[in-house]
């Protein structure tokens, strides 16, 4: 899940087991990965759980082992899917629409050829061989249309989230070069026609790191530590985002801790602990982070 949500969808998270109050029903152990929002509320993005025997009892579900006797299988149950797409246009959107990774986007680039003046049909057969000489390596969209401005098309795409635009005139067929337009990340780069496929290719791979840095700048400028109950409601009535806390392990001190701020507990980090439970004081045996969530 990790690698996914950050490799190709550029969304970074914390992964960790789930507290016993945040386990699925039924399971032993649930493990999860937690992105956060714009809006500093952490989002559940997908799920593993350690389900044992116990289904297998409730449903008699057996297998016949090596050693030739009947036994209950172990199960375990796996899911990421729609909430992970709205994290996905929630992390990356903008005022101008969304924003899509381009590993996972269904059009990474979109050639928009500019039709007008004398030079029209040369400019449309060019662009539609660069859009055959990208294809093997690049989903691409050719925007031949007709009805609709360049300026109309440039908006259109990308409030879409296409990650990159190509542009094309008569002025850059007469110069050899398109110009490229990334979603994010920087302006308008002039590139000659002959080395168009190896920029693209290079842009493409800008733009995923791009939004992946962001996402994690944003997401590491949201984490704050507290130690005492005071520091931990301060920080989850300012909506800071996730609050990292030592937690001695007794539930009576993380329900003190859910009542403190309306926040719930996330999920429980490997980290080692330091420092005391905000709650009682006493040795922190887990880290665990808390955060408001959908």
């Known amino acids: 899940y990790r690698d996914f949500a950050e490799t190709d969808l550029s969304v970074p ?3 960790g087991r789930k507290p016993d109050s945040e386990r699925f029903p039924g399971a032993l152990h649930s493990y999860t990965i937690e992105a956060l929002m714009p809006d500093g509320q952490a989002l559940q993005a997908g799920t593993s759980h350690n389900l044992g025997q116990n ?3 409730a449903f008699n579900i057996k297998f016949l082992d090596s050693d030739n006797t009947e036994k209950f299988v172990w199960t375990t149950s796996w899911g990421l899917s729609w909430r992970m797409l709205g994290g996905l246009i929630m992390a990356h959107g903008d005022d101008r629409g969304l924003v899509l990774p381009p590993r996972v986007a269904p059009y990474q680039a979109v050639i928009v050829p500019i039709l007008s003046g004398k030079g029209r049909d040369e400019v449309l057969a060019a662009a539609r061989s660069i859009a055959s000489g990208l294809a093997p ?13 360049p300026g109309w098309k440039f908006n259109d795409w990308e409030m879409r989230g296409v990650p990159l635009r190509i542009e094309l005139g008569p002025r850059d067929l007469a110069q050899r070069q398109a110009v490229l337009v990334p979603r994010v990340g920087g302006g308008k780069r002039s ?4 080395g168009l496929a190896e920029a693209v290719s290079s ?7 791009t939004l ?4 994690k700048a944003y997401l590491d400028g949201h984490i704050v530590t507290a130690t005492t109950r005071e520091q931990f409601a301060a ?8 609050v990292r806390v030592g937690w001695c392990g007794a539930e009576a001190c993380e329900q003190a801790l859910r009542r403190e701020g309306g926040a719930s507990p996330r999920l429980i980090s490997t980290e080692t602990p330091g420092g005391p439970c905000p709650s009682c004081g006493g040795v922190a045996r887990h880290v665990v982070y808390y955060a ?3």
């Open 13 to 15: 998270v914390l992964s």
């Open 55 to 57: 289904f297998a009892r």
């Open 212 to 215: 992946l840095q962001q996402a």
């Open 292 to 294: 408001r969530a959908y």
């Open 191 to 194: 590139v000659p026609l002959d």
């Open 235 to 242: 920080a989850i009535a300012a909506r800071s985002g996730f």
């Open 203 to 209: 842009i493409l791979a800008e733009i995923q790191q």
């Open 137 to 149: 390596a690049v989903r691409v969209r050719l925007d031949d249309r007709t009805e609709v401005t």
